[in-house]
């Protein structure tokens, strides 16, 4: 009997490549246009090379890159790379078809929900308050909460304590087979690829179902609890 769905939060209930991209497009535009003598690829470049060091999540991106050109930081390029990325951002930040529809369905099914994530709280709470979605979760782990990320098994295992509920009554929907099919898979938990949010050309995710669309999770959840 499945009680309670654990989410991953980027790229499983939101398109968090898709709207990092424009997002950072948009500033690399809008720091050129403010006198950063450099062209867009050079640009991209940087900033890739930057979030490869320092993480995705890395929050000072463009004052490391102007300190890498200027030894300095132009508050006026810098200002305006800031105020293009936010307004990119919140422009681009949707959550995936059929998410909303397929969380209250779970809710009306008396299915307990969290979600797993392994970036920043205030990043993640951020991005679920935006959404919309801060009040749908029984409880949402961050890697503040931890202190570790995917695959390792604390994160699972906290949100299993906080739900209540037995590892095999759980089921983990993730788009990172390395991180949230395995993390989820070695502590007992049923296991779901979302294939949408993969980013990496995952051939084979050994997860016990892999879905197209958030949608089908509901189809799994009503297999799972009859055949129980």
């Not at 994530?117 to 009040?135: I, N, V």
Request: proline letters at 3%; hydrophobic letters at 45%.
């Amino acid at each position: 009997m499945i009680k309670a769905v654990v989410f991953d939060l980027d790229n499983t209930l939101v398109d968090f490549m898709a709207m990092k991209r424009q997002a950072i497009n948009a500033a690399i535009h809008s720091m050129i246009d403010a006198g950063l003598k450099l062209t867009y690829d050079e640009v991209q470049a940087r900033i890739d090379a930057i979030y490869k060091e320092r993480g995705i999540e890395f929050q000072n991106v463009f004052d490391q890159l102007l300190y890498d050109v200027f030894q300095k930081v132009d508050y006026k390029i810098l200002s305006a790379g800031i105020i293009a990325y936010r307004r990119a951002r919140e422009a681009a930040l949707v959550s995936y078809p059929h998410v909303n529809l397929t969380l209250i369905s779970l809710l009306k099914r008396g299915i307990k929900l969290a979600v797993i994530s392994d970036a920043p709280g205030r990043e993640a709470w951020l991005r679920l308050c935006y959404l919309g979605l801060h009040h749908t979760f029984d409880h949402v782990i961050t890697f503040d909460d931890t202190g570790e990320r995917k695959p390792s098994p604390v994160p699972f295992r906290k949100a299993l304590e906080l739900l209540r509920v037995e590892p095999h009554e759980a089921m983990m929907v993730g788009d990172w087979a390395e991180r949230d099919m395995v993390g989820a898979a070695q502590v007992g938990m049923k296991t779901v690829f979302a294939r949408y949010g993969d980013t990496f050309g995952t051939v084979e995710s050994n997860a016990h179902y892999d879905i197209n669309d958030v949608s089908e999770l509901l189809q799994i959840i009503d297999t799972e609890n009859m055949t129980d």
